[in-house]
């Protein structure tokens, strides 16, 4: 079975950071798609950083990029998300998400096959 498992939202002051983690596993998705997304409240889900297995780029929002950093870990199937800086606007519950195995895909795209539970992210005085 497929499982993607978000965890290391937590709530911090403006100008902090934090690293999110997600474990992904299963033969159904395709792990070079991984990425991340958000949903604040009031506001639609949107990407934030995602692998581009067309390319094997790194794509990131406009309001992330410089801040946050998409890496990940094959050996222990894990993808992170380290972000820096962070602003009370990237407050939102954050989602590890992957299409199916055999998909290829450019950037972040909403229609993911597969999604995490979520982990909340809070930036707040």
């Known amino acids: 079975q497929v499982q993607l498992a978000e965890s290391g939202g937590d709530s911090v002051q403006p100008g902090g950071s934090l690293r999110l983690s997600c474990v992904a596993s299963?033969?159904?998705?395709?792990?070079?798609?991984i990425g991340w997304f958000r949903q604040a409240p009031g506001k639609e889900r949107e990407g934030v950083s995602c692998?581009?297995?067309?390319?094997?780029?790194?794509y990131y929002a406009d309001s992330v990029k410089g801040r946050f950093t998409l890496s990940r870990d094959n050996a222990k199937n894990t993808v992170y998300l380290q972000m820096n800086n962070l602003k009370p606007e990237d407050t939102g519950t954050y989602y590890c998400?992957?299409?199916?195995?055999?998909?290829?895909?450019?950037?972040?795209?909403?229609?993911?096959?597969?999604w995490g539970e979520g982990t909340l992210v809070t930036v707040s005085s």
């Open positions: 998400a992957a299409p199916a195995a055999g998909t290829i895909t450019r950037g972040c795209y909403l229609g993911m096959d597969y």
């Open positions: 299963g033969f159904a998705l395709n792990y070079d798609s």
């Open positions: 692998f581009s297995s067309y390319d094997s780029s790194i």
